[in-house]
């Protein structure tokens, strides 16, 4: 009997809603041998690692939560190798991941059909950092983040708050550290860079909700990436209307190397997660070695 295992944050703004919808509705199958990961108040990594140990080939797991939940999923997946089909339901605030797929319930998973996707790999001084299906930022982008672990905004987002409390949160955020150095100097590609405060590059078709890239998942080497220069309204809201009205502007790729013309404070964010790093010498980005096979709406 193939086995369903539910990755799910008991802890989340809306874990009632996943039990109700989700791990309710699991507990009548009759196909399926359902087991549930409880996402651990830890980190990404060590949840991805753990949930990688649990893994056989011809399971399906299916990730209920916000991007932060489906990166775990993701992740433990691909760091399992073992061949297993990945679906997301989304419970959170931009669900990038769940969109790319279009499932929306648990029976558009298990009727879903599979493609193959193709996520991006984040290196830092040529170790692996994360999965991402759909976007790696680094700068001012990934450090904007932080403002969704503040206390005060945890406590508003648990009550539901929703997309126009986040974007006012990041607007203050941004008023408060745009003048703020983000990114050092750096080569991409031996191409030399000065005073970007963004790297951005982008796998799916949307990013946070406001802003469209390319199928690229489906791309086994090719992806969207670009840097920006966001320091002042004027260049910030001319990127965010062109990016809502078209595409984030960049150039498709194979890979990009960043090499810091000295160690530097690096902060990475991938599909809403970050991490901030010291003495980073060189980021690497490029399409991940093997698929996955991710379950889309039938």
Not at 125 to 143: I, K, P, Q, S
Not at 193 to 218: F, S, W
Not at 272 to 298: D, H, L, N, S
């Amino acid at each position: 009997m193939q086995r369903l295992i539910i990755v799910y944050n008991p802890r989340s703004a809306k874990a009632k809603l996943v039990e109700a919808e989700v791990i309710a509705p699991s507990r009548r199958l009759v196909s399926f041998m359902v087991g549930r990961y409880k996402v651990e108040p830890t980190n990404v990594t060590k949840n991805a690692v753990k949930l990688a140990r649990l893994l056989r080939d011809g399971d399906l797991v299916v990730a209920a939560g916000g991007d932060g939940t489906a990166t775990i999923g993701l992740n433990g997946c691909m760091l399992s190798k073992k061949q297993v089909s990945f679906g997301v339901l989304g419970y959170g605030n931009f669900n990038d991941m769940a969109r790319m797929l279009g499932t929306k319930s648990l029976q558009d998973v298990i009727d879903g059909k599979t493609q193959k996707i193709w996520p991006l790999e984040a290196r830092v001084d040529g170790r692996l950092w994360r999965y991402a299906a759909c976007y790696v930022t680094a700068g001012m982008f990934a450090e904007s983040t932080e403002v969704f672990d503040q206390k005060k905004v945890r406590g508003e987002l648990k009550q539901d708050k929703g997309l126009a409390y986040s974007i006012q949160q990041l607007a203050g955020w941004y008023f408060k550290h745009r003048r703020k150095p983000f990114l050092a100097e750096f080569d991409i590609n031996n191409k030399p860079v000065k005073d970007a405060t963004d790297y951005l590059a982008v796998n799916g078709k949307t990013v946070a909700r406001m802003m469209r890239g390319g199928k690229h998942q489906q791309d086994k080497k090719v992806f969207l990436s670009g840097v920006a220069y966001l320091r002042g309204l004027p260049r910030l809201s001319w990127f965010m209307i062109r990016s809502i009205l078209r595409r984030i502007p960049g150039e498709e790729t194979k890979g990009d190397r960043l090499i810091f013309k000295k160690p530097a404070v690096v902060e990475l964010q991938a599909e809403g997660e970050y991490q901030k790093f010291e003495e980073v010498k060189t980021i690497e980005v490029r399409k991940a070695e093997r698929p996955r096979k991710g379950v889309v709406r039938a």
